[in-house]
């Protein structure tokens, strides 16, 4: 089920199966409003269960690296190796204490742990860890430290806005489009439905309709003709 489809749904239900053209509410506020229940109900999910389905992820594919002077990065030594990627990510759904991000090499065989940025000018400390691979987030953009040679990573997230990852490429074509399936399981899409339908969106539909086509609220109160006679 794509999102427009799950937005008609909810437009078509409000519209008591009538189609018009003088809706109060149009089909881009009700896919806004998707989007942002989605993202609150996913969300309150992972805090209730703590798990996170693969329906919600969405694959941003390849990413370019790009070397970048360690001194800008948190106050790393700067023999340190640093990547960043060329682009900005997407934001991304917030859990309890870390964003829903995963990220690996382009093999997919290896995740790359993703940690608090304030903890990357320890890691040349660490005894144990600082020759790993670590990526860490500064605004919007992914760093990766020792990077051990690669120029690319993957990258999968669950985003606030599904529709930013069009702004991706996977395997030639955009990662997604209005015509792929919405990253939701099917149990939370009524829930959805229906936190739209009895909240802010039955208020705005109850709102006097303009059946005169000329984009002005129609008046309940009727006036008599100007040649009725008296």
Do not use: W
Not at 8 to 21: A, E, P, Q
Not at 82 to 107: C, H, Y
Not at 131 to 153: C, R, S
């Amino acid at each position: 089920m794509t999102r427009k489809e799950i937005a008609y749904n909810i437009l078509n239900t409000l519209r008591g199966g009538r189609s018009t053209n003088n809706d109060h509410i149009s089909l881009r506020q009700v896919e806004f409003n998707v989007d942002y229940y989605r993202a609150m109900l996913i969300r309150r999910d992972f805090q209730r269960n703590g798990i996170v389905t693969r329906h919600f992820e969405q694959d941003l594919g390849c990413i370019e690296l790009t070397s970048v002077n360690a001194s800008k990065c948190c106050n790393l030594p700067l023999d340190c190796v640093v990547s960043r990627t060329v682009v900005k990510l997407p934001r991304m759904i917030r859990f309890n204490q870390s964003e829903a991000i995963t990220v690996q090499d382009i093999g997919g065989l290896n995740t790359i742990p993703v940690i608090d940025n304030v903890a990357i000018q320890f890691l040349p400390f660490d005894r144990f860890t600082k020759n790993e691979t670590k990526a860490y987030m500064i605004e919007d953009y992914l760093y990766v430290h020792n990077p051990k040679g690669m120029d690319t990573i993957n990258v999968r997230g669950i985003l606030e806005q599904p529709m930013e990852a069009a702004k991706f490429d996977c395997d030639g074509s955009d990662c997604f489009d209005e015509d792929s399936d919405y990253p939701i399981s099917a149990d939370l899409v009524p829930v959805i439905t229906d936190n739209l339908l009895k909240g802010s969106f039955m208020m705005i539909a109850q709102t006097r309709s303009d059946t005169e086509n000329d984009n002005i609220e129609d008046s309940h109160v009727e006036t008599a003709p100007q040649n009725a006679k008296r």
